[in-house]
């Protein structure tokens, strides 16, 4: 089996996409868009590390469903190599997302087979032979999937591989607690951390960009902290990184859509800072489309 430059592993789902143009009243109609696209964190900075030129490999559980389908055709379109175990205990995982007149979204993470995957799922030719591993936050605060992640982060570091991991939700942390959190993502050893401002905030209790990444350093020794900062771009390796001011459509999936950019730069032998503006530039493309995925890209 060829190398890969990036493995990742984690999510694979679908995203239900509703949005309005309008403002929506409580217990009212309205008429909107209603899509099914393509998401899961982990999948989404896969499929972006690979627009952006990358080999990618992909670690995943779907259901034994028609979207299980979709999901393997979708992987193979976007040019990945992809393992994707399916279960018949749980349908593949989707997510209700809902975009509102201003552009923000929520979300309903419905618990998917992208939940029950295990160690013995993960195949460890596609860690070893890759050169980066990325993990999300996801993958982490339940087990499984928990076991089958930190199985992958054994074998990448057995296999002298870098790693990347991105916090993925500031509530899940906040429930779970920092001290826990710490000592359960301290030992992955990640090369490179993706965490929004907010994520940001709660981990390190600093509010400024150059101090959040300041203490995510010291709380990740020999990592590099690109921070995450939606319209107003990135900080990273102490400078801002600034974004285009453009109309946001949707926001999903744009922090992924940065790791994916980022890391494909990044591997490619761009320092971080040129990485990120790279991936700054992604990400603004990103959301002026909708979905995480939006076709035409590059």
Not at 51 to 64: E, H, K, L, S
Not at 65 to 88: K, N
């Amino acid at each position: 089996m060829s190398g890969f430059d990036l493995c990742a592993i984690g999510d694979y789902c679908w995203d239900v996409f509703v949005s309005t143009p309008d403002p929506l009243e409580h217990g009212g109609d309205a008429l909107g868009q209603v899509e099914l696209v393509p998401g899961g964190s982990a999948a989404n900075t896969a499929v972006w590390a690979a627009r952006c030129g990358a080999t990618v490999a992909f670690i995943g559980m779907v259901g034994d469903d028609p979207l299980g389908v979709m999901a393997a055709d979708d992987l193979r379109r976007e040019g990945l190599t992809a393992h994707l175990p399916t279960s018949s205990e749980r349908p593949t995982g989707a997510v209700a997302s809902f975009v509102d007149h201003t552009g923000e979204r929520s979300m309903v993470t419905g618990v998917g087979a992208d939940h029950l995957l295990q160690p013995g799922d993960v195949p460890a030719e596609l860690v070893t032979t890759s050169r980066h591993l990325h993990v999300t936050g996801w993958s982490l605060f339940g087990d499984p999937p928990r076991g089958a992640a930190l199985r992958a982060v054994e074998l990448a570091q057995a296999a002298g591989a870098t790693i990347s991991f991105d916090p993925s939700a500031h509530v899940l942390i906040d429930e779970l607690g920092v001290a826990a959190f710490l000592e359960m993502t301290v030992p992955l050893r990640p090369t490179v951390i993706f965490p929004n401002r907010t994520e940001g905030e709660v981990l390190t209790g600093a509010r400024e960009p150059e101090a959040i990444v300041a203490r995510l350093g010291e709380l990740y020794p020999g990592s590099v902290a690109v921070l995450k900062l939606d319209t107003e771009g990135a900080f990273v390796d102490g400078e801002h990184v600034p974004a285009a001011a453009v109309t946001a459509v949707d926001t999903t999936g744009a922090g992924d859509s940065f790791a994916g950019a980022f890391l494909a730069a990044w591997l490619a032998g761009a320092d971080p800072i040129a990485a990120a503006r790279a991936a700054v530039d992604v990400a603004g493309w990103v959301v002026q489309r909708v979905g995480a995925r939006p076709p035409g890209y590059p």
